[in-house]
């Protein structure tokens, strides 16, 4: 096999996988092995950028960067639906449609509404070359980049596909992708995000298509446009549609009345909550196309079709007692305490109240009746009160102004929604909090040590930060509940290993407020060593790509307290690693130091993201408008004639992908 083939062979093998596994959820081989040919794919396409294919695999990692979304019209208007409420709404539609198409028999598609972001693909000879969002129906955002590190969403078609279409979708994220998101960012201390169908509308827009990527979005479609499809049913739509890659729900019924379509969604809205996605409705679609031509459209949404709203879920339940909790960065979360009550197939005993400012809004307290309602959010909310139903001696809740966990007062910071108990080196749920955050996968990976014994070290006063981790001894931890030699060995050994940990995940363990997994990066790069960073000030941190003050003024603030310093002296004395490494370093240099690249276009050797990285590398910075401070412009293939233009008027010289390597090599 030569090397095209190769290629080619692995580009098909990967693509079968993916499409088992996002597609089919039916995976075949483990992450390791498909993270292992991943690798070699891209190694062969990184020394041999003459076999490039704008629908390889490798590119769903993402790694293109939009400024600005282009704006283009869709082919084929994208309409809204007309929403019904009841059987009744529904016959009525029924009654309109037979009076349009006469006596005839009209069959119905009943399929979910999947609630999240509409998206219109483009395909042409099976290959995707268009992601478009819904806007105003008419013409919306450009989001291809984006849409194409979807794992789901198929770059090339198989089977019997016609040669150009527009195929329709919705692009969601599951409720376990949405809640496994947010416990990383809560980790990260972060806010968390309110839904799941927000958040994938939002990533849409994201600049950074590496970080679209890292996000478990799927796309389920439900409709094609186009010219000469040759199909005569939207059942036949859904079939063909899966036929050729594409990931469409199974849970669609063929109905051949009212009456059956009522089945459904009676079903349906029981069961919605048996899904991994989130659905508001029942979509019910005439099934013949030639009908629906005849039908239709209104100005604004097709007679052929009809939402079936849910009605939201609620119980009604008392709120026994509302409790406060601690997070790991001192965050009060205010937490309704119910009479147990069933919703939504499950049993509901804690409700979210989100912050004081919810609490005085609703003004829902101790003893009230409330109405408990499951929406996107995963922990139920309480919306409302019944008044009726509230004693006459019932006083307004005093939200506390003391940590429930250590008695130190409370603090508000202007514009902040939350409160905050400050005392961070003595509160307890915040000391195990920032070991456990210490220790967590992504952060130091400590094998043989889990959250619950970090409260059982601490409880039994063995730890009292993550440096105390590096002192314990097997004859400390022995005699502790549930402690075997062979765990006690582990636990040890387990930290001892830590120390090679490399030092961007050092210091995102050390759980600065705002430095997750990407800014640790950033500021390892930019520091390379502990001691820089300890001692830069808020202006050197702020130059800093992508740092701004609200991360500045975290960092500064973190290493002005001298226990954190202690902390971190200690750590370095154990020979944890505290500077980039000399391979890291290595791939450095200052030959571009001063000077301000603005790239763009397509190149032939190298990706665009790998070129910046270059750029920063060899200590240039990158910059993504051109002004007069612009050094060079980098130009690739297919550069707009704008940035030309203005590169020209301004006098910036205007380099190739060769020219800028050449630099390098000096
Ligand atoms: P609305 O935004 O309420 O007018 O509802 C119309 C939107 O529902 C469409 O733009 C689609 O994005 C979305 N939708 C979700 N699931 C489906 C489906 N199965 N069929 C058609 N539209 C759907
Ligand atoms: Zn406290």
């Given at each position: 096999m030569?090397?095209?083939?190769k290629?080619?062979?692995?580009?098909?093998?990967?693509?079968?996988?993916?499409?088992?596994?996002?597609v089919?959820?039916?995976?075949?081989?483990?992450?390791?092995?498909?993270?292992?040919?991943?690798?070699?794919?891209?190694k062969?396409?990184?020394?041999?950028?003459?076999?490039?294919d704008?629908?390889?695999?490798?590119?769903r990692?993402?790694?293109m960067?939009?400024?600005?979304?282009e704006?283009?019209a869709?082919?084929h208007r994208?309409?809204?639906?007309?929403?019904?409420?009841s059987?009744?709404d529904?016959?009525?539609?029924e009654k309109?449609i037979?009076r349009?198409?006469?006596?005839v028999?009209?069959?119905?598609?009943?399929?979910l509404k999947?609630?999240?972001a509409?998206?219109?693909?483009?395909?042409e000879?099976g290959?995707?070359?268009k992601a478009?969002t819904?806007g105003?129906?008419?013409?919306?955002d450009d989001?291809?980049?984006?849409?194409?590190?979807i794992?789901?969403v198929p770059?090339?078609?198989?089977?019997d596909y016609?040669?150009?279409f527009?195929?329709?979708?919705?692009i969601?994220?599951t409720?376990?992708?949405?809640a496994?998101?947010n416990?990383?960012?809560v980790?990260?201390?972060e806010?968390p995000?309110?839904?799941?169908?927000?958040t994938?509308?939002?990533?849409?827009?994201?600049q950074?298509s590496?970080?679209?990527?890292?996000?478990?979005l799927?796309?389920?479609?439900?409709?094609?446009t186009?010219d000469?499809?040759?199909?005569?049913?939207?059942?036949?739509?859904?079939?063909?549609?899966?036929?050729w890659?594409?990931?469409v729900?199974?849970v669609?019924?063929?109905?051949?009345?009212t009456a059956?379509v009522m089945?459904?969604?009676?079903?349906?809205?029981?069961?919605?909550h048996?899904l991994?996605?989130?659905?508001d409705?029942?979509v019910?679609?005439?099934?013949s196309?030639?009908?629906?031509?005849?039908?239709?459209y209104?100005a604004k949404s097709?007679r052929w079709?009809m939402a079936?709203?849910?009605k939201a879920e609620?119980?009604?339940t008392?709120l026994?007692?509302?409790?406060?909790?601690?997070g790991?960065?001192?965050a009060?979360?205010?937490?309704?305490?119910l009479?147990?009550?069933?919703l939504?197939g499950t049993t509901?005993?804690r409700?979210s109240?989100?912050?004081?400012?919810q609490i005085?809004?609703l003004?829902?307290r101790?003893?009230?009746?409330?109405?408990?309602e499951?929406?996107g959010?995963?922990?139920p909310?309480?919306v409302?009160?019944?008044?009726?139903?509230?004693?006459?001696?019932?006083?307004?809740?005093?939200?506390?102004?003391h940590c429930?966990?250590?008695?130190t007062?409370?603090?508000?910071?202007e514009g902040?929604a939350?409160?905050?108990?400050p005392?961070?080196?003595?509160?307890?749920?915040?000391?195990?909090?920032?070991i456990?955050h210490?220790?967590?996968?992504?952060?130091?990976?400590?094998?043989?040590?889990?959250?619950?014994?970090?409260?059982?070290?601490?409880?039994?006063g063995?730890?009292?930060n993550?440096a105390d981790?590096?002192?314990?001894?097997?004859?400390?931890?022995?005699?502790?509940?549930?402690?075997?030699e062979?765990?006690?060995?582990n636990l040890?050994n387990?930290?001892s290993?830590?120390?090679?940990?490399?030092f961007?995940?050092?210091?995102?363990?050390?759980?600065?407020?705002y430095v997750?997994?990407?800014?640790?990066?950033?500021?390892a790069k930019?520091f390379?060593?502990?001691?820089?960073?300890m001692?830069?000030?808020q202006e050197q941190?702020?130059i800093?790509?992508?740092?701004?003050?609200?991360?500045a003024?975290?960092?500064?603030?973190?290493?002005?307290?001298?226990?954190?310093?202690e902390?971190?002296e200690?750590?370095?004395?154990?020979?944890?690693?505290?500077s980039?490494?000399?391979?890291?370093?290595?791939n450095q240099?200052?030959?571009l130091k001063?000077?301000?690249?603005?790239?763009?276009?397509v190149?032939?050797?190298?990706?665009r993201n790998?070129l910046?990285?270059?750029?920063?590398d060899?200590?240039?910075k990158?910059?993504?408008?051109?002004?007069?401070k612009t050094s060079?412009?980098?130009a690739?293939?297919?550069?707009?004639?704008?940035?030309?233009t203005?590169?020209e008027?301004?006098g910036?010289p205007?380099?190739?992908e060769?020219?800028?390597l050449?630099k390098?090599?000096?």
């Open positions: 030569n090397i095209q083939e290629i080619t062979s692995l580009r098909e093998e990967l693509r079968e996988h993916n499409y088992k596994y996002y089919l959820d039916e995976p075949s081989i483990s992450d390791y092995e498909f993270d292992m040919k991943l690798k070699e794919l891209q062969l396409e990184v020394e041999h950028p003459e076999f490039y704008a629908t390889s695999p490798s590119l990692v993402g790694g960067v939009t400024k600005n979304f704006t283009v869709h082919e994208m309409y809204s639906l007309d929403n019904s409420y059987k009744e529904l016959e009525d539609w309109r037979q349009i198409l006469g006596d028999e009209v069959e119905f598609t009943c399929e999947y609630d999240g509409s998206i219109s693909l483009t395909y000879d290959r995707l070359v478009v819904r105003d129906g008419f013409q919306g989001v291809t980049n984006n849409i194409k590190t794992k789901s770059l090339q078609l198989k089977g016609p040669p150009k527009d195929i329709r979708g919705e969601i994220l409720l376990e992708g949405f496994k998101m416990a990383e960012r980790e990260a201390g806010d995000y309110m839904n799941p169908r927000n994938a509308s939002g990533s849409l827009k994201l950074d590496s970080l679209v990527a890292q996000r478990p799927e796309c389920l479609l439900y409709s094609i186009g000469n499809l040759g199909i005569a049913s939207q059942f036949e739509v859904l079939d063909k549609a899966r036929s890659g594409f990931k729900p199974t669609a019924k063929l109905c051949k009345s059956e089945q459904f969604t009676d079903y349906w809205e029981v069961h919605r048996d991994p996605y989130e659905t409705g029942v019910v679609k005439v099934n196309i030639q009908q629906q031509e005849e039908l239709g209104t097709p079709a079936y709203k849910f609620q119980a009604i008392t026994n007692k509302i409790t406060y909790q601690v790991r960065t001192g009060i979360t205010p937490v309704a305490n009479e147990p009550v069933l939504a509901v005993k409700a109240l989100h912050n004081a400012d005085a809004k003004d829902v101790e003893g009230d009746t409330v109405f408990v499951k929406g959010e995963i922990i909310k309480i409302g009160v019944d008044f009726t139903k509230r004693d006459m001696d019932s006083n307004p809740t005093a939200y506390i102004t429930p966990e250590c008695g007062e409370l603090i508000r910071k902040e939350q409160h905050f108990c005392n961070d080196v003595g509160c307890p749920p915040q000391i195990t909090g920032r456990q210490f220790i967590s996968r992504k952060a130091m990976d400590i094998e043989g040590l889990g959250g619950e014994t970090v409260e059982l070290l601490f409880k039994e063995l730890i009292e993550y981790l590096y002192t314990l001894t097997k004859e400390q931890i022995l005699p502790l509940e549930r402690m075997a062979k765990s006690a060995e040890v387990g930290v290993a830590s120390k090679a940990i490399p961007e995940r050092v210091l995102f363990a050390l759980g600065i407020r997750g997994e990407t800014v640790a990066k950033k500021l930019a390379k060593d502990i001691d820089a960073l001692t830069a000030s941190l702020v800093v790509d992508e740092i701004g003050d609200r991360i003024e975290s960092v500064v603030g973190f290493f002005s307290e001298p226990s954190n310093i902390v971190v200690r750590l370095k004395s154990y020979g944890l690693q505290f980039l490494s000399q391979e890291q370093l290595e240099t200052d030959l001063g000077q301000t690249f603005v790239v763009s276009g190149f032939e050797t190298i990706s790998d910046k990285k270059m750029i920063e060899n200590g240039g990158v910059s993504s408008s051109i002004s007069s060079f412009l980098v690739g293939d297919k550069m707009g004639p704008s940035k030309r203005k590169a008027t301004l910036v205007i380099i190739s060769q020219d800028f050449q390098l090599e000096a």
